[in-house]
Structure formats: C-alpha cells, structure tokens
C-alpha cells in the first residue's frame, strides 16, 4: 500500500498550475476534441444575436431582433419559410442547420463598442455561440468583427455603411451584406444629377465619427465627378442635438444643396432643423435650395416626421419591393409582427439564411469552411436581386435602391419611396479603391 | 455682421432652454438646498406631455377605405381622429394643429404633481445628506424615469410639429437692411424666446411681489429664523419644487417642436444646465437667467466656420472652458452669494 505526501510546495504548485490552467480564456484556446471554437456537440446550435437592446437605436435594434426570431423559425421548419422558399440555393430545407436545431441567445450592443465586444464575449464563452451577427453602428460592426477574428467565430455584420468595415478594418472572419457609403455616393449621385443638374453648390454637415468621414468622402467625390462643387464640409459632433448654429450659416455660404452626412438622431434634428430654417424654400443661385440625405432609414425618417417629404437619399432595401423574395419576406414579417420589416431587419434575415445556407453548402461548421462557402458566392431570390458575396473584400454587391421622402404617406410605415434601382454595376468599384485602401483580410481563424 | 446677428438670434433660443432649466435647478437648490441632478428629465418629461397631448387629441377610430391596399395587400385601414367626429374635420384639425400650445395647460398640473411626489415621495429623505448621496440619488431618478419614458414611446425620436401658422421662417435681415436670406429665424425659435422670457418674468414677479414669495425668499436666506417664526418653511419649499418642475417641464413642452422629443433629451441638457447654474452662482435666479443666454450664446459663435477654421473643436469645450475661466476669476460664479456651498 503506498501513500500519497502532499508538501505545502507541492500543493501550491499543483494548484498554481491548475489555477493558471482555467485562467486562460476558454475562447482563445481549442479542446483538443473539437477542431474549431464552439462546435456544436449536441443536437442544436447556438447563433448570438447581438442587437442594441438599450440606447438610441434600440428600436432599430429590437426590429433586428424580430427579424432574426424570424429567421430562426423558418430555418427549423416554422412558419411559412418566407424566403426560403425564394433563395435561389435549395440547401437549405427547414431542418435546422446541418440536421442540428438552431437556438440562439442575444446580447445587447448598447450602441457602444465596449459593451459589445463584451457581449459577443459572453455569447461566444458562456453560451458556445458559433456565429456573431447584428448590429446598427460601424463602429461596433468594425469592434466586434475584431473579436470574432480573435475568437474563431464568423462574424455576419448587421446595419453597418462605413466603408471601413469591409475596407481598412476588413476581416476575414467577418461578411457584411448591408451596403455602403462609397455604394450611397455611386447611386445618389446621377439621380441628384438628374434631378437638380450638375451646376450645383454643396455643402456638407458630417458627423464626425468614423461613418461620417467615409459617407462625406464618397457623396463628395461621387458630387465633384457630376460637376458640383463643395463650398464647405463642416463636422459636427456626434452628440449634437441642436444643428441651429450649424445650418444657419448655410443660405450665406452660396450653396444650393444641403447634403447631411448623418444618420440616427442626428439626422432627425439636423433636418428637422434645416427646413424649420426655411431652406427648402429659398432660392440661392437662381435655383431652388435642396436638402440631400446620403443614408435614409425609414426608422429614422419617421421621427423627422413631415420634414422627409421630397428629400432624395439611399436605401439598402424598401419593403414596397415588388420581387419575389422581398413579398415572402414582407408577408412573413408582417404576418407575424403586424408592421413591414425595416432595412435593418432585412439585411439581418438575409445574413442569417447566408450563414445557414453555407453551413449546409460546406457540410461543416468549421469557420474556415463556411468563409470559404460564402467567399465568391453568387445568388438571388433574398430581395437585392442577383448578389455577389466578393472574395477579396467579404463584402456583397447588389443593386442599391435611391429613394425620396413620400409626399402622400397612406400610413406611418409608408415614408418614402423608390425612385430608382440602381444597377449593381454601377456602384462596383474594384478591392484597391484608394477609399477602402489600408486593410488586409488575413488569413480564416477556426479557434484550432 | 449679419452672421453675428444670426448667432446672437441662435444663442438666444438655446439659451432660453438653458436658462428655464438653469432657474428651476437653482431654485430648488436655493430652497432646499438639494442639487437635483433629475432636472433635465423633467424636461424631457415635459417634452413627453407635449407628445402624450398630441396622441390624445389623435386618439382615432379606424375606417375601412376599400379603394387602397396597406403592404400586405388587404383593404386600407384609415384613422380617422375623434376629434373630426367631434368638431368637424375643419375644426377638429385646427385643434389637431395646436396641440403643443394646448398641451401647456395639460402640462403644467402634471408637472406640479411629478414635483411634488418626487419631493415628497423621494428627495425629501436627502435634505440632511451631503451632496454627494443627493446627486447619486437623484442622478439614479433620472436614469429611471427616461427608461421608463423609453419602455412607454420608444428609443426613436417623436416628431411633434408646431402650429402650421408658426412653420416656416422670418427673413430677419430684410427688417434690418441686409440682403434676403442673410438672416433667415424659424418662427417657433422666436416663439420660444418669447414664451421663455414671459416664464422667466412671470417667476421673478412671483418671488418679488407676492407674500409666498417673500417668504419663500427669506427662508432662501434664513431657513432658520424663518421657521422659528412659526412659519411652515418646508410646506412652501415643496410648492417651489413643484413650480420648478413646471418651469422645466414647460420648457419642454414648447422644446419639442424644435428637436423631436426623445428619451435621452435631458441629459442632452442636464451637465450643460448644471454649469449654467455654477457660472451664474449656485442659488442665484439672476446668475442663473444671465449665465443660460451668456453661454448659450458663446456656444453658438464658437459653432461659427470663421472660428472653428482658428480654434478646431472649440465648439465642443466653449461652455466649459468659459466655466473655467469664470469660475477662476470669480470662484462664487457670476451673481453668486457668500455662504453657498461654502460651509
């Protein structure tokens, strides 16, 4: 019989070894039974929905949410598939995701990229979520596509427009279906051509934070190559309420057109300011003023209220889509929710049948497997017409929509409409465009 | 010259709104001698009352308009407002059309009562604690009430128009000989200095001219002596706590056409109020009333592209850095008094 000494130092060792063992963050490390982070061992999977939940754009937010509660019905066989039965890749079939039933926990964004990145880190740690989407800012898409690089998981970005997400702050973990502000600029602008000609004076009120610097830089090359001229670009701050002291200055400047590079609150109160100003009904130069909204929301639109009406921006999708895959959508949400979906709830339904769709494709959770599934995939039928998911920048091209505030809503969802469809060609550029210059994919992390 | 008459125009407005929300702030702390950091959500409440008047004179039934469809395709539901059942449409969306001036006389017995349950009810308990544990407390209201007003309207802004005979603008500079368009005024900004200069008035004449506020006055000075006069001092400060409350409520109410209402439009306001407040001189309403115009102002002329081109980002620290500068100067704010905050 043998007895097992146990010494003070032998113990402390021991226990230093083990302490420093479960120190290490699970989510950086792989078990060694498991090839890549969070594989599911079970029967279902874990998707983390990461929405604002608080904070000024939790109303965009809790429409995410619903979409995705959408999302997930139709992927394990409920409802009435809305496009599923539209996507033109059949692999998927409402059986869950590779035969595992998909559950789904959520986290709240708060719109701050702290609080996010904190808890994409507890979904992924605390809850084995395989996969990361949502979203309603660049700043958070760009802090936790980050995480999901370091982390091993795909990272499916939500509402997110800067050109940096899929520009200098690239990853390869991480896909964006949403459009962008180099997209906003390439079809606003012939319409704004179009519309009020290409003699034009502009002046430009940019938020000044990351989405504004790259929204102002592409609507203003994208005006200058028209013939327009900038007579001013004025920054803003983030947490300006009142733009009265901003606009004023604007009818003495010698412009003619408006262009408010802000979204959220800041682009209720800027243009609610702006025609409480008057703009709208002077004439400066001999030609009517005109007031431009690079990136519309119809969200947003409906708290500037009347203020909309007649004023020209971009959209990444419109429910008054007349497409197949946009009417199954619209009818599932609406059916269920009692309202049309939002932009936002669009592109976050759409990037979760994506991701679906190419675990199916590859036969596999892997990362790496569903990155290179969805690198270079081309498909339809999910409300943007024909859509290429681009390999050099994970970033989707498809037609992008220019719409205007409507003059004669029939209801408080009814805010604007389509003017134009703009062809995907026109607003493609190529993966060096000096606008997206600075970033580099890098290579797929699984976790292993 | 014309833009520094512009920017003198739109200080003035945003001044309004920080001398309304400054008085009431200093009114309370001169009287109870309480910093309550919940002010600016009374203001955002009041904005809210605005809203929630609004929706009752909408309040509507629905009717079915066969000829259109909504996005699903099924036969239109129109609402039609009670109000045209009641007056007839003409009348009924005149009422319609004013419901942010109406909704003053909504606003202001809500507003007493919120005062006065939350002085009673909650801040009351904190008269004798240090300053610190008031601010936390009242910090701690605040962040409650505009989760609850979130939980209740939404997270988006609400727009909420003035009358239609109030949109639009003055062209300011032709009154003063410059050309069209040099100095362009909405007619609700106008409308609101106004309005704030009446209020601002109307509280002045209260506490100068009436008995409840000259005594109300003297307990400011002397709480002591005034209750030794057999004088029930707190019942009056409680009243002054809900009059506080209105005032900031009505600035509120007459704020929303100007920026949507939102839940977080107090604190948008509060920190600037607060410095309001300390440059004026803590417990002084003069100090309070001429600090809110002063740096509303200044804040206003620093927004100016001719001064931002010298200065970057003065914009965004006029306000303080002016706080600073007074504050060194005159450690007792402009119009402060010996005594306060100083034991």
């Known amino acids: ?448 | 010259m014309d833009a520094i008459i512009l920017q003198i125009l739109n200080g003035l407005d945003k001044g309004s709104a920080y001398a309304l929300i400054a008085l009431g702030l200093t009114l309370i702390f001169g009287t109870l001698g309480v910093v309550n950091f919940a002010h600016g959500a009374l203001f955002m409440i009041g904005a809210f009352c605005a809203v929630t008047f609004s929706r009752l004179l909408t309040l509507s039934h629905q009717v079915v308009d066969e000829t259109r469809t909504d996005f699903l395709g099924n036969p239109l539901k129109v609402d039609v407002p009670y109000m045209h059942d009641l007056f007839g449409e003409g009348t009924g969306a005149a009422i319609i059309d004013w419901a942010v001036p109406l909704s003053i006389l909504f606003s202001i017995p809500v507003m007493i009562a919120i005062g006065v349950i939350m002085e009673r009810g909650l801040i009351k308990h904190f008269y004798k604690r240090p300053h610190a544990d008031q601010i936390l407390v009242t910090f701690g209201l605040a962040i409650v009430l505009q989760e609850v007003i979130k939980q209740v309207f939404g997270a988006n802004p609400i727009p909420t128009p003035a009358p239609e005979v109030f949109r639009g603008s003055l062209d300011f500079g032709v009154l003063l000989g410059f050309d069209p368009n040099a100095i362009i005024y909405p007619y609700w900004r106008l409308v609101y200095f106004g309005f704030a200069a009446v209020i601002i008035g109307a509280v002045f004449a209260f506490l100068q001219f009436t008995t409840f506020g000259m005594v109300v006055r003297a307990g400011m000075a002397d709480r002591e002596t005034v209750g030794l006069l057999g004088i029930n001092i707190d019942k009056r400060f409680t009243i002054m706590f809900g009059l506080a409350a209105a005032v900031a409520g009505l600035a509120g109410v007459m704020y929303a056409p100007i920026n949507s209402p939102n839940y977080h439009m107090g604190m948008d306001f509060l920190v600037l109020s607060f410095v309001v407040v300390v440059v004026g001189g803590m417990g002084s309403l003069p100090g309070a009333v001429l600090a809110g115009f002063l740096l509303g102002i200044l804040e206003s002329f620093a927004s100016m592209n001719e001064v931002k081109s010298i200065l970057p980002g003065i914009d965004q620290i006029i306000i303080y850095l002016v706080a600073i500068i007074i504050l060194l100067t005159r450690p007792r704010g402009l119009m402060g008094r010996k005594g306060v905050m100083e034991d």
């Open chain 1, 1 to 448: 019989m043998s007895k097992t000494i146990l010494s003070r130092r032998g113990l402390l060792r021991t226990g230093a070894i083990a302490g420093a063992g479960l120190a290490v963050p699970t989510i950086f490390t792989a078990s060694s039974a498991r090839a890549f982070t969070n594989a599911p061992s079970g029967g279902a999977v874990t998707l983390g929905f990461n929405v604002p939940q608080t904070g000024p754009y939790a109303d965009e937010g809790a429409d995410e949410l619903r979409a995705y509660e959408l999302a997930v019905e139709h992927l394990n066989g409920g409802g009435d598939g809305g496009m599923l039965g539209t996507f033109s890749s059949k692999a998927l079939e409402g059986t869950g995701i590779n035969g595992h039933k998909v559950e789904y926990v959520t986290g709240d964004t708060q719109t701050k990229s702290d609080a996010a990145r904190a808890s994409a880190k507890s979904m992924i740690e605390k809850d084995g979520a395989i996969m990361i989407t949502g979203g309603s800012s660049s700043g958070v898409a760009v802090a936790v596509q980050g995480l999901c690089q370091e982390a091993g998981v795909i990272f499916m970005a939500g509402l997110t427009h800067s050109n940096d997400t899929t520009g200098k702050d690239k990853k390869a973990n991480g896909f964006r279906h949403f459009f962008n502000a180099y997209m906003s600029g390439a079809a606003l602008a012939p319409v704004l051509g179009d519309q009020y000609g290409t003699d034009r004076k502009a002046y430009h009120l940019t938020a000044d934070y990351t989405w504004g610097w790259t929204q102002e830089e592409s609507i203003k090359a994208a005006t200058e190559a028209l013939g327009w001229e900038t007579v001013e670009t004025v920054k803003t701050p983030l947490a300006q309420t009142d733009f009265s002291s901003y606009i004023a200055p604007v009818l003495n400047s010698g412009a003619d057109v408006l262009i408010l590079n802000h979204y959220g609150g800041n682009m209720v109160n800027s243009l609610t300011n702006a025609v409480q100003f008057g703009l709208r009904e002077k004439q400066v130069n001999g030609k009517q003023f005109e007031i431009v909204v690079p990136l519309f929301s119809r969200l947003m639109a409906r708290g500037a209220g009347e203020n909309v009406k007649g004023i020209l921006g971009s959209t990444n999708w419109h429910w008054s889509l007349q497409d197949e895959g946009s009417k199954a959508f619209v009818k599932s949400f609406g059916t269920k929710y009692g309202f049309p979906p939002s932009q936002a709830a669009h592109t976050c339904y759409v990037q979760t049948l994506l991701y679906a769709d190419a675990v199916q494709r590859a036969g596999s959770f892997d990362p790496c497997a569903v990155a290179e599934a969805l690198e270079g995939y081309e498909f339809d039928g999910l409300g943007n017409g024909p859509t290429l998911y681009r390999a050099e920048d994970h970033q989707c091209f498809k037609d992008v929509l220019v719409v205007r505030g409507k003059e004669n809503p029939t209801s408080e969802f009814d805010l604007l409409e389509v003017v134009q469809v703009t062809p995907r060609g026109q607003v493609e550029y190529a993966p060096d465009h000096p606008m997206f210059a600075g970033g580099a994919l890098g290579s797929c992390n699984s976790g292993a």
